[in-house]
């Protein structure tokens, strides 16, 4: 159980990094509609994803049940992909590389 709420946090805490990283940039009200349109896509396919709450100061995994560690586990990849790929579109590499050590070794 120990382990599976570490892995809960460490999510938490690199989801709420690039959140930081991309605060200044885009603005909270921006922020959170972006990574609610990217969970509501990553949760069709792994449901642990819609307890995950984005408010305008960031990321909650409180309402993730422990048993969803498997799951959380699989779906982050994708998560951070359509993530990157969002921020390519928009962007380019503009705000790629100000979440790229944050997000290196996770995809």
């Known amino acids: 159980m120990a382990d599976n709420k570490r892995e809960f946090e460490e999510k938490e805490v690199l989801l709420n990094k690039v959140w930081e990283k991309l605060l200044p940039t885009l603005g909270s009200i921006t922020l959170a509609a972006l990574f609610r349109r990217i969970l509501r896509k990553v949760s069709s396919l792994h449901s642990a994803f819609s307890s995950i709450t984005v408010t305008e100061n960031g990321f909650s995994f409180a309402k993730i049940?422990?048993?969803?560690?498997?799951?959380?586990?699989?779906?982050?990849?994708?998560?951070?992909?359509?993530?990157?790929?969002?921020?390519?579109?928009?962007?380019?590499?503009?705000?790629?590389?100000?979440?790229?050590?944050?997000?290196?070794?996770?995809?």
């Open 65 to 107: 049940e422990e048993s969803k560690k498997d799951e959380l586990e699989k779906g982050f990849p994708l998560f951070i992909s359509e993530l990157t790929t969002f921020l390519s579109e928009m962007t380019g590499e503009i705000l790629l590389s100000e979440i790229e050590e944050v997000v290196k070794g996770t995809t």
